[in-house]
């Protein structure tokens, strides 16, 4: 059963076998997760986003043609507004 764990949360091929070692990569594994949670249940609520997983934002979301424009203080992420995935991305309140 432990073998099936390690192979559903991708730490069969650790390069480490220290506790700590592992236990640093459960933890930013989990922080990671529990973010990408809840920028799902406060973004993307309500959007055609919604029901993306978490394979399905890094692919469809973080592959998504833009621009970004930093000036000093002001950072500006542009999205083409004829994108399916940027009209939402925007309309979400995120872009």
Known sequence: MFKADKGGIFINHLRTRSFHGIWSFLIT??????LLSLFRAEHLAGTPLESLG???MIHKLLRMPGR???QEQMTDIMVPSGHPLGDALVRSGCG
């Open 29 to 34: 594994a989990f922080l990671t997760a529990n």
């Open 54 to 56: 978490t394979a399905g």
């Open 68 to 70: 970004i424009n930093t």
